[in-house]
């Protein structure tokens, strides 16, 4: 996930191939790979920034079972090379697109930041493993200020049906499936474990409207430099509340008018039963709180899917 900043400074450097510019063309652009250290030094050469919000990632927590490879590779590689690139650079202020997926199957809920960590798939441990090595980063030099934004479950749209999720190929996450459900690109949605110990047998997760989600990077950007001092700290980006498969399916159908046939299929190797998030934390220190509800997402996800039935590319894909 990329994110367009619309700031005088601002630059969004296009590094996963998953990933597309077609929601904010008119932005400054670089399209590269943090694996090549060659992009990173045209981009870092061509101005001053004063602090980078990392997004570049592989984020299917399934994908990532099937291929730990591949995310060890891109999301490990990629971020050594990013820090090398800011420090030569004199640019020590980070925000870092951590994950839910550290907490794993959470011992205690809702999960805190000083929450046993304890990731269980290939993905939560590259999160995992990235967030020990910003922490190292900043003990073996003090100048580092970074701030690792926990998400929980991002889904919606901007309200204006301008900018939303336009996945290639099955989408990995459950929105944009139920999404292509309802405008008619897939014939019905896989819901991966129905014998879960929660209310309805499906699994529970907190899910966050993108634009909370968005107002939490910026309020975390306020935080580095309100506190130069802050070092290396966590924080929750959730709502705090748990919204089953079938909840979310129910929310959707109401906002979109349309039917969601779904199969019932096995569980996927590496989910949780259920994770949602304390956000105490964030509101006492960032002055942040989510003001969106699974109405206003699916609401926002729908309004951007009517205007973009088949995505940012138009007509139907094959």
């Given at each position: 996930?990329?994110?367009?900043?619309?700031?005088?400074?601002?630059?969004?450097?296009?590094?996963?191939?998953?990933?597309?510019?077609?929601?904010?063309?008119?932005?400054?652009?670089?399209?590269?790979?943090?694996?090549?250290?060659?992009?990173?030094?045209?981009?870092?050469?061509?101005?001053?920034?004063?602090?980078?919000?990392?997004?570049?990632?592989?984020?299917?927590?399934?994908?990532?079972?099937?291929?730990?490879?591949?995310?060890?590779?891109n999301n490990l590689i990629g971020t050594i090379n990013l820090y090398k690139s800011m420090k030569e650079h004199g640019c020590k202020k980070l925000v870092f697109s951590s994950s839910a997926t550290v907490y794993g199957w959470p011992e205690v809920i809702p999960c805190v930041e000083d929450s046993k960590l304890q990731a269980a798939n290939p993905y939560g441990r590259t999160k995992l493993i990235l967030e020990d090595m910003a922490r190292d980063y900043h003990r073996a030099d003090t100048e580092w200020s970074i701030v690792l934004l926990r998400y929980f479950n991002p889904i919606g749209a901007h309200s204006s049906g301008e900018i939303g999720e336009d996945p290639k190929g099955i989408p990995n996450n459950l929105l944009p499936y139920i999404q292509q459900v309802a405008v008619g690109r897939l014939p019905e949605l896989n819901v991966y474990g129905h014998d879960y110990p929660t209310r309805d047998g499906t699994a529970?997760?907190?899910?966050?409207?993108?634009?909370?989600?968005?107002?939490?990077?910026?309020?975390?950007?306020?935080?580095?430099?309100?506190?130069?001092?802050?070092?290396?700290?966590?924080?929750?980006?959730?709502?705090?509340?748990?919204?089953?498969?079938?909840?979310?399916?129910?929310?959707?159908?109401?906002?979109?008018?349309?039917?969601?046939?779904?199969k019932l299929c096995p569980r996927r190797p590496g989910d949780a039963t259920e994770v949602y998030a304390s956000t105490e934390k964030a509101e006492r220190e960032l002055a942040w709180r989510a003001q969106y509800g699974i109405e206003e997402m699916c609401r926002d996800q729908w309004n951007w899917a009517k205007k973009n039935p088949y995505g940012y590319c138009g007509g139907a894909k094959k």
């Open positions: 996930m990329s994110l367009c900043l619309p700031l005088p400074r601002a630059t969004l450097i296009e590094l996963v191939s998953r990933s597309r510019c077609a929601a904010c063309p008119s932005r400054g652009v670089f399209q590269g790979d943090l694996r090549n250290t060659d992009d990173l030094e045209k981009v870092f050469a061509a101005r001053r920034y004063d602090a980078v919000i990392h997004f570049a990632g592989l984020k299917a927590v399934g994908e990532s079972v099937a291929h730990p490879e591949m995310y060890y590779e529970i997760r907190d899910y966050i409207h993108v634009v909370d989600l968005a107002d939490g990077h910026i309020a975390a950007l306020k935080k580095l430099f309100d506190s130069p001092d802050i070092g290396c700290v966590a924080y929750n980006l959730g709502t705090g509340r748990g919204t089953s498969v079938l909840e979310m399916v129910a929310a959707f159908k109401k906002a979109s008018g349309k039917e969601i046939p779904t």
